[in-house]
T-cell receptor, first 113, second 118 residues
Framework: AQKVTQAQTEISVVEKEDVTLDCVYE???????LFWYKQPPSGELVFLIR??????QNEISGRYSWNFQKSTSSFNFTITASQVVDSAVYFC??????????FGQGTELSVKP | DAGITQSPRHKVTETGTPVTLRCHQT?????MYWYRQDPGHGLRLIHY???????DKGEVSDGYSVSRSKTEDFLLTLESATSSQTSVYFC?????????????????FGPGTRLTVT
């Protein structure tokens, strides 16, 4: 069975701190995709990144970076120099071969000024 | 932003009544999905569609049915609403699910519908 675990339910940091959100997944598929989505207080779900199982290169986009490690089945997300606008619930998700997403429970990040 | 709308955005209904939620897209994407979001569970797939009149069940399909008679519309029906179906419902679309680096695989989500069953 496929599963995504986000062990951190809530994280609270002070503005400008770096923060890492953990994501561990389980799958028997050799080909799969991993995703991160952001859900701000307004409620919509915003796509952040897709990573396929063949590409273990880390990715950086501005203050955001992602560390994909197949050896530990992890796909962690780091925000550098956090800002209040980063406050949101962040979801990690895994796709199966039919294109369906399996979501983790989400991590609520609170960035205080 | 992907053109996805959901209606209604908020609904309160009584136990035992039928409810239909509508998802409408203007992107002409083939794949459409219905998820529900509940505290502690993230989002869970209810039903999905891979084309007009082609639908299949997801993880939590009991008590729900769907229909897709046009590419742009995907309807979710609760035949007889129960309090356990109080949730936020999200529709999503994707262009493709073909494996490959060039495939547009991401799912884009609608704004959500908050349903309360009393």
């Amino acid at each position: 069975a496929q599963k995504v675990t986000q062990a951190q339910t809530e994280i609270s940091v002070v503005e400008k701190e770096d923060v890492t959100l953990d994501c561990v997944y389980e799958t028997r598929d050799t080909t799969y995709y991993l995703f991160w989505y952001k859900q701000p207080p307004s409620g919509e779900l915003v796509f952040l990144i897709r990573r396929n199982s063949f590409d273990e290169q880390n990715e950086i986009s501005g203050r955001y970076s992602w560390n994909f490690q197949k050896s530990t089945s992890s796909f962690n997300f780091t925000i550098t120099a956090s800002q209040v606008v980063d406050s949101a619930v962040y979801f990690c998700a895994l796709s199966d071969q039919g294109g369906k997403l399996i979501f983790g429970q989400g991590t609520e990040l609170s960035v205080k000024p | 932003d992907a053109g996805i709308t959901q209606s209604p955005r908020h609904k309160v209904t009584e136990t035992g009544t039928p409810v239909t939620l509508r998802c409408h897209q203007t992107e002409n994407h083939r794949y459409m999905y219905w998820y529900r979001q509940d505290p502690g569970h993230g989002l869970r797939l209810i039903h999905y569609s891979y084309g007009v009149k082609d639908t299949d069940k997801g993880e939590v399909s009991d008590g729900y049915s769907v229909s897709r008679s046009k590419t742009e519309d995907f309807l979710l029906t609760l035949e007889s609403a129960t309090s356990s179906q109080t949730s936020v419902y999200f529709c999503a679309i994707s262009e493709s699910f073909k494996w490959g680096a060039r495939s547009s695989y991401e799912q884009y989500f609608g704004p959500g519908t908050r349903l309360t069953v009393t």
